[in-house]
């Protein structure tokens, strides 16, 4: 049995070619704990190690769980976060919401950021990093809130953790900036099988736009927000326009939209008058 052949089970299992060898990659550098330039360098595998890979490599064919679960970890924005199906695994969009909330913070020296729904850990955990700035960071689930304080304490920061429904434990208290990728994924819409893995709180509505939470957000946000204070969101696809209404129906001001790699419309801020 060589690597190529454990790549062939995951194709045939209808896992896009490239998409296998990456995956076969990262089962390898995971439970070989060889480096990338281990495998590029055609380290050998001895029996035993391929073993592990292909049985690995068996469970993804079969049961279509995400690598990262299997792995039970995924890199974002450089770091490793832990994952476990309690928690959404870090999408590469989201970088690009951080790193649009990262340049507004620290462009308005931004002190006091409150991510909604924070999961893994991974937005609130990465602004911690980069920003002096403190952070708080809810989620409605007890066990996201484990893994989110795993990470955080795997990675140095220093993050209040609240468990709360949206604003629902969070007093009186106000922020810098509301940060969130919440749910947006209308109810009934069926996903892909990976995708089934994932926590359903984590990523359906319960309505048939998919822009409950936001519209709830932007609501209640203004008792929570600072003079001057800022929501910067993750948008659905085809979401943009909703949620854009709902800021100014909401009196907010500033309204941007940014777009990711795909061109779809994927970062939505804005500031309270
Ligand atoms: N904040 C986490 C992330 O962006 C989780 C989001 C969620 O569960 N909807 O990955």
């Given at each position: 049995m060589n690597i190529q052949e454990i790549?062939?089970?995951?194709?045939?299992?209808?896992?896009e070619p490239n998409e296998s060898a990456k995956e076969v990659?990262?089962?390898?550098?995971?439970?070989?704990?060889y480096s990338t330039k281990d495998i590029i360098m055609g380290k050998p595998l001895d029996?035993?190690?391929l073993k592990v890979v292909k049985q690995k490599a068996e469970l993804r064919a079969k049961t279509r769980q995400p690598i990262?679960?299997?792995?039970?970890?995924a890199y974002f924005m450089g770091n490793l976060y832990k994952v476990t199906p309690s928690v959404l695994i870090p999408r590469d969009e989201t970088e690009i919401v951080v790193s649009n909330a990262i340049n507004i913070i620290n462009?308005?020296?931004?002190?006091?950021?409150?991510?909604?729904?924070?999961?893994?850990?991974?937005?609130?955990?990465?602004?911690?990093?980069r920003c002096?700035?403190?952070v708080t960071a809810t989620d409605i689930s007890e066990k996201a809130l484990n893994?989110?304080?795993?990470?955080?304490?795997?990675?140095?920061?220093?993050?209040?953790?609240?468990?709360?429904?949206?604003?629902?434990?969070l007093d009186n208290k106000k922020y810098d900036m509301i940060i969130s990728n919440p749910p947006y994924i209308p109810k009934g819409t069926t996903l892909q099988k990976e995708v089934q893995f994932e926590p359903k709180t984590a990523l359906y509505t319960n309505d048939s736009t998919g822009c409950e939470?936001?519209?709830?957000?932007?609501?209640?946000?203004?008792?929570?927000?600072?003079?001057?204070?800022f929501i910067v969101f993750e948008l659905g696809i085809n979401e943009s326009e909703q949620v854009k209404l709902s800021f100014e129906k909401n009196g907010y001001i500033n309204i941007l939209i940014e777009k990711d790699l795909a061109g779809i419309d994927r970062v939505i801020s804005a500031q309270i008058s």
């Open positions: 790549v062939s089970i995951l194709v045939s299992a209808g896992i990659k990262m089962l390898i550098e995971h439970f070989c704990n029996y035993e190690k990262q679960y299997i792995i039970g970890s462009k308005n020296s931004l002190k006091t950021i409150l991510d909604i729904g924070t999961g893994s850990g991974c937005i609130a955990c990465t602004v911690s990093e002096k700035c403190s893994i989110a304080k795993t990470n955080s304490e795997n990675l140095f920061q220093k993050i209040e953790f609240i468990q709360s429904d949206l604003f629902e434990k939470f936001y519209e709830k957000i932007i609501e209640q946000g203004k008792n929570h927000l600072n003079k001057n204070g």
